[in-house]
């Protein structure tokens, strides 16, 4: 089983900074694409942003020049670094990672369950 959890959330004003972690555990043998979702109060799941194994990286328009997705592959963890956060930007902020188990032979979508991130004065 593999295992995501996040961490990192919490209250900031509009224009703050927040950085968030998702630290993968279990039994890993590899991890490919690794992303940030996020959902916010009646709206329904988005994605923030991906990254590859190799470190390439893509992000939603709305996100562009704002966040920075980052991960350390030797670490197993993966982060999202959030400037000038704005109240749109108010979600649970959840962790996906393609990963292959050691003895399996098919990646399978792991999930974490998530960070509040809240963008308020």
């Known amino acids: 089983q593999v295992r995501l959890v996040e961490s990192g959330g919490g209250l900031v004003q509009p224009g703050g900074s927040l950085r968030l972690s998702c630290a993968a555990s279990g039994n890993i043998f590899n991890i490919n694409t690794m992303a940030w979702y996020r959902q916010a109060p009646g709206k329904e799941r988005e994605l923030v942003a991906t990254?590859?194994?190799?470190?390439?990286?893509n992000y939603a328009d709305s996100m562009k020049g704002r966040f920075t997705i980052s991960r350390d592959n030797a670490k197993n963890t993966m982060y999202l670094q959030m400037n000038s956060l704005k109240p749109e930007d108010t979600a649970v902020y959840y962790c996906?990672?393609?990963?292959?188990?050691?003895?399996?032979?098919?990646?399978?979508?792991?999930w974490g369950e998530g960070t509040r991130v809240t963008v308020s004065s």
């Open positions: 996906n990672a393609d990963a292959l188990e050691r003895g399996s032979w098919q990646y399978m979508a792991y």
């Open positions: 990254i590859t194994s190799g470190g390439n990286t």
